[in-house]
């Protein structure tokens, strides 16, 4: 039985809350990407209903102090949140991925180079850099992208270039040299399938740190701008309003909670599908 | 007269540790060796002796500080320049094959290299496949389904594939059971017989050495110190290092 | 003669794979006695790691004791609760693992380790003169070590030191040297023997290095199928093997032969049991196998003087087709 499908079926036989995170974080992206088009009301119709308006039948998470409807912007919040996280995270993947393969393989200079730069990185507390790359590119979508790049591009090198040194010296990669192959060849062939599922594993992790550094940003008003919302705007919006329309943080607040500890819940399982692999054979 | 497949001459590989200078090792000292076509050259010593490093300097990987080398007459050049015309059977079945690529893809890979339309190569991969004692539909198979015998033969198949003049093997058979590693040594000697390439067998275990070598080289601490047919081997070698070696085997 | 130390009764022992189960020992039997150096042989597949970790109980969640039983100087292990179990390892059992860098713990100096290993409050000196036990040369530089700033061939000699820590009654060594330089194996196997004969322990050594047994052991069980086919003293067993197998064996190891002459390996591949085994598990693969073969379970009997699993061990000896293997 090949070791995929091993895996595949520990993914399936996993606990109940495993499946509890995963049923929650397929329900958040269902919300996520298909808001806009479900019939939840427009998130920013202004007076909606009453200002400050407490959760009712008709306003689930009760209305703002403009008296929107706070369910379909919570919606919107998540859409945000996820895709901005999810974009940064992958473009980072891929760079990361890069990286990581160059310094594990080339060795030498290149391994110096990058491996030194991603401890810079890596020292770097993601919120001085959130307000330095603010203060250059003044606040908005980029600017999160940049951030939450920035913050997890060390998460990718340092797991890739690991993984990458332990393959590099194994007999596949040095027959594929002695018979000519380039080293582009020998890194897409031979290092990038066999990296990919630390990658995976990773990418759970550096997803949830995402969401929390834009969510940071967001609530420090660096990050998406109204009237658009995330789930961190709401939470700053819903701040000034603590006492008198609590809802408002508490939903957009449990949303952003269940949205990392589902993204959390998921990678836990998957790494804990792939690592077994590693096992030796019986007797 | 056919020049030698591969002749090492008076090689020195100096490796420094730290910045300028620092200290310097040698892990190999004025080592000269020649393998000729159809001949298989055993290379025995315990680790550290340099003969992991002589088989990385024989195959291009590692440049030699000082020394000549040169293979069938001309200087070696590249390893680009050398396609399908070495390559090398390494230890530890399970990491000789990509686990994730099946066998047929991992065999043809040195083909692809040299340009082979992909139609000869499937029939190529399926002809040295039957060579190797492999059905043709291993080719369709990842190495995680394959025990530690049938993957050393995939990657023999692989390192046959290109029909080279010279090939490493590189404690190819330590990790085998006794009775697997009889089988892959007989399988080398008959290759051999039948291809004619030259070929460095480099192993800590002298039993298996002897049995498919034609001559012997002992390695210690950088250097050959004695290099005989491999009947010597049978009976008592002239170096007391080479006499503890069989000693121990 | 006293009890044995080990007493391995019928047992059997399983790994649930998906949706099938692989039985790794097929009934096995065997009693280690004090002192002695018991060597198991057998290639990859064939239950001797399953046989030697089952004396600890250290076996993978997934084996499964289907049957039998296992007594460890009067302590039955399969049965035995957590901290009579726990006090059996510590006190009565030592093990060798086949590779040092695994056994060892990376983070920490080897002093620590081997303190660990002694209990209680040693003093450096203690676990110095332990290290100096094990042959290893200026313990107190060794004792400041990590283990990666140490060889094979030293990090092996501190497993060997911390398994002899407790003077256990029974080491267990897999593979002990396999990791090795041939070089050094010889000298570590020396030590290894040369402390067992000082403590009066007995050792148990899983491995498929027939020349290694031959010089080190005592008594010698050949295991195929999950069971112990040949059973009998090391100068019997190797150079006159009755069960087919261990002839095969010997016949397909480098070493024995003169020069110029082939090598027979043994055809075909070791059996992947998944139930009790109701013929002989090598008959399939055996030059000498008759329908009997295939279609009854041989038992254990005593044949010239050792145990053999063979329905037809007498017409092995009888025919001649045993040839004894030249002495090294």
């Excluded at chain 2, 300028?20 to 393998?35: C, Y």
């Excluded at chain 3, 790994?15 to 189960?21: F, G, H, K, L, S």
């Excluded at chain 3, 010239?304 to 092995?316: P, S, T």
Aim: proline share 6%; charged share 20%; glycine share 10%.
């Amino acid at each position: 039985m090949s070791g995929f499908s091993k895996a595949a079926g520990r993914l399936l036989r996993a606990d109940a809350l495993t499946l509890f995170g995963l049923i929650t974080l397929v329900t958040l992206l269902f919300l996520g990407i298909f808001g806009p088009w479900l019939p939840l009301g427009d998130p920013s119709r202004i007076a909606a209903g009453p200002r400050l308006g407490a959760p009712s039948a008709q306003f689930l998470f009760g209305t703002d102090e403009l008296g929107r409807d706070f369910m379909p912007r919570v919606v919107q919040g998540i859409r945000s949140t996820f895709l901005l996280s999810a974009i940064a995270v992958t473009i980072t993947a891929v760079i990361g991925s890069l990286l990581g393969m160059a310094a594990g393989y080339l060795g030498r200079f290149a391994d110096q180079a990058i491996a030194r730069g991603a401890d810079i990185l890596f020292a770097f507390p993601a919120l001085v850099a959130g307000l330095l790359v603010a203060a250059v590119m003044g606040p908005g979508q980029g600017s999160a992208i940049t951030v939450i790049s920035i913050a997890t591009l060390p998460l990718f090198i340092r797991v890739v270039r690991s993984v990458t040194l332990g393959i590099a010296g194994r007999g596949f990669v040095t027959a594929a040299e002695v018979a000519g192959a380039s080293t582009l060849r020998i890194m897409l062939v031979h290092l990038l399938p066999n990296v990919m599922g630390a990658v995976m594993v990773q990418l759970t992790y550096a997803l949830s740190i995402g969401m929390i550094i834009e969510s940071a940003l967001s609530f420090l008003g660096l990050g998406v701008q109204p009237p658009d919302a995330s789930l961190g705007s709401l939470l700053r919006q819903g701040s000034s309003y603590l006492t008198i329309a609590p809802w408002m943080v508490l939903s957009s607040g449990a949303v952003l909670s269940l949205a990392i500890m589902s993204v959390n819940l998921v990678g836990d399982a998957v790494r804990d599908a792939l690592e077994p692999l590693k096992g030796r054979p019986l007797t | 007269m056919e020049p030698d497949v591969i002749a090492l001459e008076d090689i020195t590989v100096t490796y420094r540790s730290g910045f300028l200078g620092g200290t310097a090792f040698d892990a190999l000292r004025g080592v000269s060796l020649r393998v000729k076509a159809g001949e298989t050259v055993g290379l025995v010593g315990e680790s550290g002796s340099g003969k992991t490093t002589l088989g990385r300097v024989c195959l291009g990987l590692l440049p030699p500080t000082q020394g000549q080398m040169r293979f069938g007459g001309a200087p070696f050049g590249k390893l680009r320049q050398r396609r399908g015309q070495l390559s090398v059977v390494l230890q530890h079945p399970e990491w000789a094959l990509n686990p994730r690529l099946r066998c047929g893809t991992s065999v043809q890979e040195p083909l692809v290299l040299t340009g082979m339309p992909s139609s000869e190569r499937r029939e190529r991969v399926a002809e040295i496949l039957g060579q190797v004692g492999l059905d043709p539909s291993f080719a369709a198979r990842l190495p995680g389904q394959l025990s530690g015998g049938q993957r050393q033969r995939i990657a023999i198949a692989r390192a046959l594939v290109t029909n080279p003049r010279f090939i490493v093997f590189d404690e190819a058979v330590s990790a085998l059971d006794v009775s697997v590693q009889a089988q892959v040594l007989n399988l080398i000697r008959d290759l051999q017989k039948r291809h004619g390439f030259g070929a460095l067998f480099i192993s800590h275990d002298l039993a298996a050495t002897r049995y498919v070598s034609h001559r012997i080289a002992v390695m210690l601490r950088g250097e050959i110190v004695e290099d005989g047919p491999s009947a010597r081997f049978y009976g008592t070698p002239e170096h007391p290092y080479s006499r503890a070696l069989l000693g121990a085997a | 003669m006293s009890a044995p130390l080990v007493d391995i009764a019928g047992l059997v022992i399983g790994y649930d794979a998906a949706a099938r189960q692989v039985r790794a020992l097929d009934s096995a039997s065997l009693q280690v006695r004090e002192g002695e150096t018991l060597a198991i042989v057998g290639e990859s597949g064939s239950g001797k790691t399953t046989l030697g970790m089952a004396a600890g109980r250290l076996l993978p969640p997934e084996a499964q004791l289907l049957d039998g039983t296992i007594t460890v100087a009067g302590v039955d292990v399969m049965q035995a609760d957590d901290a009579a179990l726990r006090r059996l390892r510590r006190e009565k059992l030592g093990f060798v693992f086949q590779n040092p860098s695994t056994a060892l713990d990376p983070t920490m100096r080897i002093g620590r380790q081997v303190a660990l290993a002694l209990g209680g409050q040693p003093g450096p000196e203690a676990v110095a003169a332990l290290l100096a036990r094990a042959e290893l040369g200026d313990p107190e530089r060794v004792l400041r070590a990590f283990p990666h700033e140490l060889s094979g061939g030293m990090a092996q000699r501190v497993v060997i030191a911390m398994a002899i820590a407790r003077a256990p009654q029974l080491l267990i060594a897999d593979e002990p040297t396999a990791s090795l330089d041939a070089s050094i194996r010889e000298k570590v196997m020396a030590t290894l023997v040369r402390l067992r004969a000082e403590s009066g322990a007995s050792l148990v050594i899983l491995s498929h290095d027939l020349r290694l047994i031959g010089r080190h052991a005592d008594r010698v069980a050949v295991m195929y199928g999950g069971r112990i086919v040949e059973l009998g003293a090391v100068a019997q067993v190797l150079q006159a093997p009755v069960h087919p197998y261990t002839r095969a064996l010997l016949a397909a190891a480098a070493g024995n032969e003169v020069p110029g002459a082939r090598l027979e390996p043994i055809q075909g591949t070791p059996p992947m049991l998944e139930g009790r085994c109701e013929a002989c598990a090598y008959a399939p693969r055996c030059t000498f196998s008759v329908a009997r073969c295939n279609s009854e379970r041989p038992e254990a009997r005593e044949v010239a003087g050792r145990l053999v699993v063979c329905h037809r061990a007498e017409e092995a000896i009888a025919t001649g087709a045993m040839q004894p293997q030249e002495a090294r």
